[in-house]
């Protein structure tokens, strides 16, 4: 079974940086789509950047030019660094993935915001920014 565990969230102030991960366990398959999500209270869960089997990487244009998704295959590792961070990306950040479907399309998957066709998510982690 796998299992997806996210770290490195905490508050900082507006202008500041984070650098999430997520780490992959049970892995037997092909990943096909890592991704991150984020979710406020009460409204629905976004997707924010994705890394397909192809090695080709997407962002949200909310968060392009500021956010950096990578990947360490060796240590089953998902990163996002977040750089010059707002107040509006306050929320809980959620690392997901699926495998062994190489037909569906990770960007439109995670930017059109299917979560439902992810198939394994973490617990998330929460971030804060403070303005």
């Known amino acids: 079974q796998v299992r997806l565990v996210e770290s490195g969230g905490g508050s900082v102030q507006s202008g500041g940086s984070l650098r999430l991960s997520c780490t992959a366990s049970g892995v037997t398959g092909t990943s096909d789509c890592m991704a991150w999500f984020r979710q406020v209270p009460g409204k629905a869960r976004e997707g924010v950047a994705s890394?397909?089997?192809?090695?080709?990487?997407y962002y949200a244009n909310s968060v392009k030019d500021r956010f950096t998704i990578s990947q360490d295959n060796a240590k089953h590792t998902l990163y996002l660094q977040l750089n010059s961070l707002k107040p509006e990306d306050t929320a809980r950040y959620y690392c997901?993935?699926?495998?062994?479907?190489?037909?569906?399309?990770?960007?439109?998957?995670?930017?059109?915001?299917?979560?439902?066709?992810?198939?394994?998510w973490g617990n998330g982690t929460l971030v804060t920014i403070s303005s």
């Open positions: 997901a993935a699926y495998f062994d479907n190489p037909g569906r399309d990770c960007r439109v998957t995670v930017l059109g915001n299917f979560v439902e066709f992810m198939d394994y």
């Open positions: 890394i397909d089997g192809y090695g080709g990487i």
